[in-house]
T-cell receptor, first 111, second 116 residues
Framework: KQEVTQIPAALSVPEGENLVLNCSFT??????LQWFRQDPGKGLTSLLL?????REQTSGRLNASLDKSSGRSTLYIAASQPGDSATYLC??????????FGAGTILRVKS | ETGVTQTPRHLVMGMTNKKSLKCEQH?????MYWYKQSAKKPLELMFV???????ENNSVPSRFSPECPNSSHLFLHLHTLQPEDSALYLC???????????????FGPGTRLTVL
């Protein structure tokens, strides 16, 4: 059974810092790995999707990498801003379009 | 806006009530999903519909009954719920029905359900 773990559970950084969020998964037979952002009480906003054949994806200040063999993905946020404060979720897609989510990392960027 | 809408956004119901959650996607997608997000637990997949046919039921109690009348609409019918069913219920859709590396899921804003 696929298990997804995210470290750290919470992170507080000053504005302007570069930061890395970690995600690990136990079964490497995935179709893709997706990173989402969730603001309090809201739905999920898709940030990046890395296909299983890809190593990384970039969007603006965000860069996500994927290492299937080691079961790891990282989300790198450059020059963090207070507006980046949210919960970040990673999810591994399995056969049958099933997304298995981690518990998330709560990020707070202080101004 | 992700192109996936959910109504109502908030719902309070008693354990003997019957209510329904509605999800609509305006993206022309072929697969739709229900997820449950409880406090301090990861998001859990409840149901998967592919071209209006249910293809996955993650051992969800029968007090939750999904309905997918067409590829744009998805309902979750609720009856005799328990207080522990209080959670954020999220709907999602994706373009493709089968496994595909680029099959991205788009989520609605969710319905915050409280069962008294």
């Amino acid at each position: 059974k696929q298990e997804v773990t995210q470290i750290p559970a919470a992170l507080s950084v000053p504005e302007g810092e570069n930061l890395v969020l970690n995600c690990s998964f136990t079964d490497s037979a995935i179709y893709n790995l997706q990173w989402f952002r969730q603001d309090p009480g809201k739905g999920l906003t898709s940030l990046l999707l890395i296909q299983s054949s890809q190593r990384e994806q970039t969007s603006g200040r965000l860069n996500a990498s994927l290492d299937k063999s080691s079961g790891r993905s990282t989300l790198y946020i450059a020059a963090s801003q207070p507006g980046d404060s949210a919960t970040y979720l990673c999810a591994a897609m399995e056969y049958g379009n099933k997304l298995v989510f981690g518990a998330g990392t709560i990020l707070r960027v202080k101004s | 806006e992700t192109g996936v809408t959910q109504t109502p956004r908030h719902l309070v119901m008693g354990m003997t009530n019957k209510k329904s959650l509605k999800c609509e996607q305006h993206l022309g997608h072929n697969a739709m999903y229900w997820y449950k997000q409880s406090a301090k637990k990861p998001l859990e997949l409840m149901f998967v519909y592919s071209l209006e046919e249910r293809v996955e039921n993650n051992s969800v109690p029968s007090r939750f009954s999904p309905e997918c009348p067409n590829s744009s609409h998805l309902f979750l019918h609720l009856h005799t719920l328990q207080p522990e069913d209080s959670a954020l219920y999220l709907c999602a859709s994706s373009p493709q029905t089968g496994g595909a590396r680029n099959n991205e899921q788009f989520f609605g804003p969710g319905t915050r359900l409280t069962v008294l």
